[in-house]
C-alpha cells in the first residue's frame, strides 16, 4: 500500500506519511510511504535533522499492467521443439508461448495456430533439431552415439535393402525410420546416415551397435511404431524454424490498464507476453485479466478532496483516509477507515494511533511527529490549536528533549528562506484549489521571515495570480504571505468582487494588505472565503 498526503506537500503531510508508514509496517503490513511532489525547505530541513530518508515519488497510482493478476507462464528457448511446445502450451491451457535468450530476453512467440500451419504447411522431409529433443519427444533410448544436432532429410525405410543400395537415397543427411529390417539397416550403416531411430522396441544384434558406432551413426530405440514415429518426428523440430519473430505483440509491466485496453480492442491476440523494461520475460496476459484488475492500494493522509490529491485516485482502493482538515468530495466504493479530527496538525492523530496501537515511537518518528504538529500549528500560535496537539508535543519531547525554541525558530528560517525561488516555486509551493459548486477558488500560502523579499517582487506576484485566475477560471486567487513573527498576513489577489474579501476579513482590500491574527489558511481563509461567497 501506499501512503501519501497533498500535493505540494509540507512537513506535516510528510512527516504524517512516513510516521504512518512505519506504524502500518509494525502491525504487519507492507506500506510505503509517498510524496506527491517536491520537498519543501522546512521538510528538508526536518529529514536531515532526524537522519531520515525522503518518501518516494509517486505521480499517479493508475492501474498498470504490474497491477493485473496475469500468468506466470514459463517462457522456452529457441532450442526446445514444436512437440515440447505444443505440450507446454497444453500444461498451462494457453495458446500463446514466449520464446527467450539465455538472459530471459523475448526473441520470439509462437501460437497454436502456428505449431497447427506447420503440420499442415510445413516441410514433411526437412529435420533441424537436437538428438536430445528426438529422444525426449519419442520417448527414446540411446544405443549408441553421441548428442549432436541433426540436420537432414527423414526417410521412412520401406523398400528391399538392394533397392536402397541401387536407388542411392540414403547419404549422410539421412534420419532413417525403420523396424526391424537387419539388412536395411546393416545399408543404412554402410552409407553412413546420421541417426537410425529404431521403432517398436525392438532388439537388433550387437554387431549392428558396434558397426553403427565404427561409422559414426546414431541408433535410438523408440516403443511406437514405425507409423506414429513417422508422423511425430516432424513436430521434434526446433521451435524457432516456426516462431514468429517480426512485429511481436507484448506489453511492458509499467504500461497503464487505460492503454492496454485499446490494444486488445483493436488487435485479435489471445495472449499478451508482459515484459520488464530491460525487455525480460515476465507472464502472459489476457482479456480475463482485465475485467476484474487489481488496484493500488492508499491511505490519504492531511487530505481528503480530489483536486488535492494524486492523478489516477478514481483507480486506486482507498483504504483509510487520516485528516484534520473539513470532509471534501472524495467517494469510496466500500467502507474505510476515516479518522478525521479537528486538531492542528494531522501528525497529532498519528501521534494517537500509536498510543492507541501501543507501539513504541522511535526517536526519529517523534522527531518527525513533533515537527509536523510545530510547523502546521506554527508553534501554538494557530487558531487551529487545541490542547491535545500541545499535549502531544510535550511528550514527544520527553523522548526527543530538544529545545523546543530554538529547534523550532531553526526550523521556521530554513523553510521560509525565499533565496533562490522562482515566482512559479514559491506560489505553487504551498498551492490548494477549493470547489463551492459553481466557484472555485484557489490560495496559496507562504511562510516567510523574509517578507521584504516576496514584496520587491511585488508586481511579479500579482501578474502570476492574474494568470493562474485566467487558466484556472477561479472566482478568487489568493497567496497569504504569512509573518510568523508579526502573527498575521499579508495578501496578494486577482477576484472580480473585492466585497467577498473585505466582509470576510473586516478590510479595506488591496494588494499587500496586512490582515492582524489571520496565520491559518484552512481555518481563518478558506472557510470565511466560502462562507461570504453563499450568502454572496
Request: hydrophobic share 35%.
Amino acid at each position: 500500500m501506499f501512503i501519501f498526503g497533498h500535493k505540494n506537500p509540507d512537513t506535516d503531510s510528510i512527516a504524517s506519511a512516513i510516521a504512518l508508514s512505519v506504524l502500518k509496517n509494525k502491525l504487519g503490513y507492507n506500506a510505503t510511504a509517498c510524496s506527491l511532489g517536491e520537498l519543501n525547505k522546512e521538510t528538508k530541513f526536518v529529514l536531515d535533522y532526524f537522519c531520515m530518508e525522503k518518501p518516494m515519488l509517486l505521480d499517479n497510482v493508475k492501474t498498470q499492467v504490474k497491477d493485473l493478476a496475469y500468468d506466470k507462464v514459463a517462457s522456452i528457448t529457441k532450442d526446445k521443439s514444436i512437440l515440447y511446445s505444443y505440450r507446454k502450451m497444453e500444461e498451462n491451457n494457453i495458446r500463446t508461448l514466449p520464446i527467450v535468450n539465455d538472459k530471459n530476453k523475448i526473441i520470439g512467440i509462437v501460437t497454436m495456430k502456428d505449431i497447427a500451419m506447420s503440420l499442415i504447411k510445413g516441410d514433411y522431409y526437412e529435420l533441424t533439431t537436437s538428438l536430445d529433443n528426438i529422444l525426449k519427444d519419442l520417448n527414446g533410448k540411446l544405443l549408441t552415439g553421441t548428442t549432436k544436432e541433426i540436420a537432414g532429410d527423414i526417410l521412412v525405410i520401406s523398400l528391399y535393402h538392394k533397392t536402397l543400395k541401387k536407388a542411392s537415397v540414403l547419404n549422410e543427411r539421412s534420419v532413417v525410420i525403420v523396424g526391424d529390417m537387419y539388412d536395411a539397416i546393416s545399408t543404412a550403416i554402410d552409407c553412413k546416415v546420421q541417426l537410425i531411430i529404431l521403432t517398436g522396441g525392438k532388439k537388433i544384434p550387437q554387431k549392428y551397435i558396434e558397426a553403427a558406432k565404427n561409422n559414426n551413426v546414431c541408433i535410438i530405440s523408440v516403443k511406437s511404431d514405425t507409423y506414429i514415429t513417422s508422423k511425430l518426428i516432424n513436430q521434434c523440430n526446433y521451435i524457432s524454424n516456426i516462431m514468429k519473430t517480426d512485429n511481436l505483440s507484448f506489453f511492458y509491466e509499467d504500461e497503464y490498464l487505460e492503454d492496454v485496453k485499446e490494444e486488445l480492442v483493436t488487435n485479435r491476440h489471445s495472449y499478451y507476453p508482459v515484459l520488464d523494461s530491460k525487455r525480460r520475460y515476465l507472464g502472459v496476459l489476457n482479456r480475463l485479466h482485465v475485467l476484474k484488475p487489481k488496484r493500488k492500494e492508499v491511505i490519504l493522509v492531511d487530505h481528503n478532496e480530489i483536486t488535492q490529491s494524486i492523478q489516477g485516485l478514481n483507480e486506486a482502493r482507498i483504504l483509510e483516509i487520516v485528516d484534520h482538515h473539513k470532509i471534501g468530495d472524495i467517494k469510496t466504493d466500500e467502507p474505510i477507515n476515516f479518522t478525521n479530527m479537528p486538531l492542528g496538525s494531522t501528525c497529532t492523530i498519528v501521534y494517537t494511533m500509536y498510543k492507541e496501537k501501543r507501539i513504541k515511537i522511535e526517536k526519529n518518528i517523534a522527531g518527525l511527529l513533533i515537527s509536523g504538529i510545530l510547523s502546521d500549528t506554527l508553534y501554538f500560535k494557530s487558531p487551529t490549536t487545541t490542547p491535545i496537539d500541545i499535549s502531544a508535543v510535550i511528550q514527544l519531547n520527553k523522548i526527543l528533549k530538544l529545545d523546543l525554541d530554538e529547534y523550532t525558530y531553526s526550523m521556521f528560517r530554513a523553510g521560509t528562506s525565499l533565496e533562490n525561488d522562482s515566482i512559479d516555486d514559491i506560489f505553487n509551493k504551498d498551492y490548494k484549489e477549493f470547489d463551492e459548486g459553481e466557484y472555485k477558488i484557489g490560495v496559496s500560502q507562504v511562510f516567510t521571515l523574509d517578507i521584504d523579499d516576496v514584496f520587491r517582487r511585488k508586481d511579479d506576484f500579482i501578474s502570476y495570480i492574474n494568470k493562474t485566475n485566467q487558466i484556472t477560471n477561479q472566482y478568487i486567487s489568493l497567496l497569504l504571505i504569512t509573518d510568523i513573527l508579526k502573527n498575521g498576513s499579508y495578501i496578494l489577489y486577482k477576484t472580480s468582487n473585492e466585497s467577498i474579501l473585505k466582509r470576510a476579513f473586516d478590510i479595506s482590500p488591496y494588494q499587500g494588505v496586512f490582515i492582524e491574527g489571520v496565520v491559518s489558511r484552512k481555518k481563518q481563509v478558506v472557510p470565511k472565503l466560502l462562507s461570504e461567497i453563499k450568502s454572496n
